[in-house]
T-cell receptor
Framework: EAGVVQSPRYKIIEKKQPVAFWCNPI?????LYWYLQNLGQGPELLIR????????DSQLPKDRFSAERLKGVDSTLKIQPAELGDSAVYLC???????????FGPGTRLTVL | RKEVEQDPGPFNVPEGATVAFNCTYS??????FFWYRQDCRKEPKLLMS???SGNEDGRFTAQLNRASQYISLLIRDSKLSDSATYLC????????????FGTGTLLAVQP
């Protein structure tokens, strides 16, 4: 069974530029998560989706970050404009349901210059 | 007190050694706990779930101490392949789907 797929794996941009990350969860998984992981830290939840609905986006900096999951499958996370402090790994995870094990994708490593 | 705290390490141990890490938590109402393993530049992968006093899987044992509010991960007969960062996680506010992660403990098993 295929795992969580993310692209791109690496992205280097200049500050103030926009950037987007894509995630394809495990087939049949209704719950999708976006996490941010800084170097030497654990993942921090940015947003959680139940199907198409964003049910927890309290940690998402809404002035520059946005996310969508239009058909309840794939999801995109966007940053516009990017800042130096946004350099991190952006992890996507999915689970069958709200109380099930979360499986992580390989992440997108973002470097903002 | 942070919600989840871990010693970042590194823990340098020889092959075959037994090593243990602790993870302390602040929410006394927490009912479930998770240990994830994360290899360098890879994604976290679930190693073990703990819902009661503890759990054991081969060389790995997780134990829960509710009185002192910590969980431990014990690795027996360490292998080179055990070298990784071990992340502790627990649900925030009882919601199993919102995990709070510790900073992780780096383990380096030496030949």
């Amino acid at each position: 069974e295929a795992g969580v797929v993310q692209s791109p794996r690496y992205k280097i941009i200049e500050k103030k530029q926009p950037v987007a990350f894509w995630c394809n969860p495990i087939s049949g998984h209704n719950t999708l998560y976006w996490y941010l992981q800084n170097l030497g830290q654990g993942p921090e939840l940015l947003i959680r989706y139940e199907n198409e609905e964003a049910v927890d986006d309290s940690q998402l900096p809404k002035d520059r970050f946005s996310a969508e999951r239009l058909k309840g499958v794939d999801s995109t996370l966007k940053i516009q404009p990017a800042e130096l402090g946004d350099s991190a790994v952006y992890l996507c995870a999915s689970s069958l349901g709200v109380f099930d094990t979360q499986y992580f994708g390989p992440g997108t490593r973002l470097t903002v210059l | 007190r942070k919600e989840v705290e871990q010693d970042p390490g590194p823990f340098n141990v020889p092959e075959g050694a037994t090593v243990a890490f602790n993870c302390t938590y602040s929410n006394s109402a927490s009912q479930s706990f998770f240990w994830y393993r994360q290899d360098c530049r890879k994604e976290p992968k679930l190693l073990m779930s703990v819902y009661s006093s503890g759990n054991e899987d081969g060389r790995f044992t997780a134990q829960l101490n509710r009185a002192s509010q910590y969980i431990s991960l014990l690795i027996r007969d360490s292998k080179l392949s055990d070298s990784a960062t071990y992340l502790c996680a627990l649900p925030k506010g009882g919601a199993t789907n919102k995990l709070i992660f510790g900073t992780g403990t780096l383990l380096a098993v030496q030949p």
